[in-house]
């Protein structure tokens, strides 16, 4: 804590969880973002794959239109996948950002009995020099 600039009292114990928290909080905003991003881009290929088969069916005239057809779904079906997966993965860095944090919790709460234990006892030691 005293590496990042907070001092070793309980204001900057507090400073700290609240950075720590806007920190997550901006984590967790960004990677809802690019799961949102990721869902509008997979609509956008879905909806792309159903354009390209209606328009393949109304003017593909060569011997092996359906050939082509597979493999352009296929390809389609590929980036969709490729897509879920990194959805998959912005979703597995949420879980892993709010596992964190909450490891910070509990280290920031034992730094805070800690200080408060530090404080009881120099206020004990001021009071036995008076």
Same mark, same amino acid.
């Given at each position: 804590?005293?590496?990042?600039?907070?001092? %070793?009292? /309980? +204001?900057? !114990? =507090?400073?700290? @969880? #609240? *950075?720590? &928290? $806007?920190?997550?909080? %901006?984590? /967790? +905003?960004? !990677? =809802?973002?690019? @799961? #949102? *991003?990721? &869902? $509008?881009?997979?609509?956008?290929?879905?909806?792309?794959?159903?354009?390209?088969?209606?328009?393949?069916? $109304?003017?593909?005239?060569?011997?092996?239109?359906?050939?082509?057809?597979?493999?352009?779904?296929?390809?389609?079906?590929?980036?969709?996948?490729?897509?879920?997966?990194?959805?998959?993965?912005?979703?597995?860095?949420?879980?892993?950002?709010?596992?964190?944090?909450?490891?910070?919790?509990?280290?920031?709460?034992?730094?805070?009995?800690?200080?408060?234990?530090?404080?009881?006892?120099?206020?004990?030691?001021?009071?036995?020099?008076?």
């Amino acid at each position: 804590m005293e590496r990042l600039g907070y001092p %070793k009292t /309980i +204001d900057g !114990n =507090h400073a700290f @969880i #609240k *950075a720590c &928290d $806007e920190d997550l909080r %901006k984590m /967790i +905003d960004q !990677n =809802h973002g690019l @799961i #949102k *991003a990721h &869902d $509008e881009e997979m609509e956008r290929i879905k909806q792309m794959a159903d354009d390209m088969f209606t328009m393949e069916q $109304e003017s593909m005239a060569d011997c092996f239109p359906h050939k082509r057809r597979k493999i352009d779904k296929l390809l389609l079906m590929s980036e969709i996948i490729n897509l879920r997966h990194n959805k998959m993965m912005n979703e597995m860095a949420l879980l892993e950002a709010d596992e964190r944090m909450s490891i910070w919790r509990k280290s920031i709460r034992q730094k805070r009995m800690n200080l408060r234990d530090e404080l009881r006892s120099l206020k004990g030691r001021l009071m036995i020099n008076e």
